[in-house]
């Protein structure tokens, strides 16, 4: 397998699908699946959510010249967002060099919290909750057999006093290993089975019973070296440290450098079929935990000159349950990423967000995003006036020599070529 495919944006849809099936063993079934040629079935579209009354398709691209741990990697991303593919692969491409990216996973452990309030004695309750702690993990480990005979399932408790704006509470966090699963399913089901025992061990009333999304036992963490020379030389390097710096300082620049970096990460937990308001979450939670909102990346410069970034945050994504296995472009994207582990895709998706966010600072500290932007816009706006093959690549090249990004504009363009006036550039 060979992640850099040099010219791969350039080539037709068909080709690139053929290229992806070959190195990643997809059948012709898959083929059509990912290709939308079968229709995502209405019956399991109607299974997963309510109410439905249809479906909305995203663009899955797929994100080339990734090297994961050694191993060369093809990222499936899901997104509506232009430039986001292309600024992940050419990133991955300046790391490729250098090893790569580098990725490890704290732990699988989830967290699930149950609020116990009107109790007398909070600070002996909490202790007599410790003294029952085998009792609760037994009642919990026997919601799920299957996750404990793979070595996963409650593993401890934490039991806090907490003061509200007007009461003294009880919060029982409870942690679960969820090994390749999310968990969110094993962990609430835990919760809610083991509060009637913390009622009569507290003597208290148990109102939520829920998991944590600040899955800070479960970090993501990935790191990789971008030569000087591949960003475009050393004043780039100290540029993009500058515009860590003032992410990680200034929390209204801080959320867009995020957001930067979920355009990444989102964009392959949908196309793995896991939950992005999960992930999201907890990145968001994760990067206040100082007490001020910051940066999720951190950029330095090694003795060579290079830029050495490193990325951490929670990430709470499985490879079985839910919307990974009902969904039949899920299956494929995480058959595509080639892997077999949650911990392998928690590193792919973190070393994603890597790659995303330092694309996106290399563009802010030098011509700025708009250019790639427009251009890709052009292509959208050119596909809305009805141009199609090669009329598209004439059409937005005619636009951006114009600088001319307007709709008007470019209507106009693809009128006059479609009738013969404008030959193309
Ligand atoms: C746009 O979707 C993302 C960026 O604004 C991220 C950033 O500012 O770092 C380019």
Known sequence: MNSRISGFYRLPVEERLSIIAEQCNLSNEEKDILYGATAFPMSTADA???????????????????????????????TE?????????????????????????????????????????????????????????EKCNAQDPTLVSFG???KDIEVNVIETATQTMLILNLFVDTKDAMGANAVNTMAE????????????????????????????????????EGLGGKDVVRDIVNAYEFADTDPYRAATHNKG?????????????????????????????????????????????DLVGSIELPMAVGIIGGATK???VARIGLKILNINTAEELAGCIAATGLAQNLAGLRALATEGIQRGHMTLHARNLAVMAGAAGDEIDQVVSQAVK??????????????????GVVSGS
């Open 152 to 154: 996963g399932g409650a």
């Open 193 to 228: 089975a083991i509060a009637p025992m913390v009622e009569s061990i507290t003597y208290g009333r148990v109102i939520l019973r829920i998991i944590s999304n600040l899955a800070d036992r479960r970090l993501a963490r990935a790191r990789a070296v971008f030569s000087a």
């Open 326 to 328: 009902t969904h039949p």
């Open 402 to 419: 114009e600088k001319d990004f307007r709709y008007d504009r470019i209507l106009e363009l693809t009128k006059q070529l479609q009738r």
């Open 48 to 78: 997963m959510i309510e109410n439905v009354v249809g479906i909305i398709p995203i663009p899955v691209g797929i994100a080339t010249n990734f090297k994961i741990n050694g191993k060369d990697t093809f990222i499936p991303m899901a």
């Open 261 to 305: 970096i979920m355009n990444g990460i989102s964009a392959v937990v949908l196309a793995t079929g896991n939950d992005t308001r999960a992930v999201e979450a907890g990145a968001h939670a994760y990067a206040t935990t100082t007490g001020r909102y910051r940066s999720l990346t951190k950029y330095e410069i090694n003795e060579d000159g």
């Open 81 to 137: 967002e232009p430039s986001v593919v292309a600024a992940a692969s050419n990133a991955a491409r300046i790391a490729y060099n250098k090893g790569g990216f580098f990725t490890s996973l704290s732990g699988s452990i989830m967290r699930g919290q149950i609020q116990v309030v009107d109790v007398k004695d909070p600070h002996a309750a909490k202790i007599r909750i410790y003294e029952k702690k085998s009792e609760i993990l």
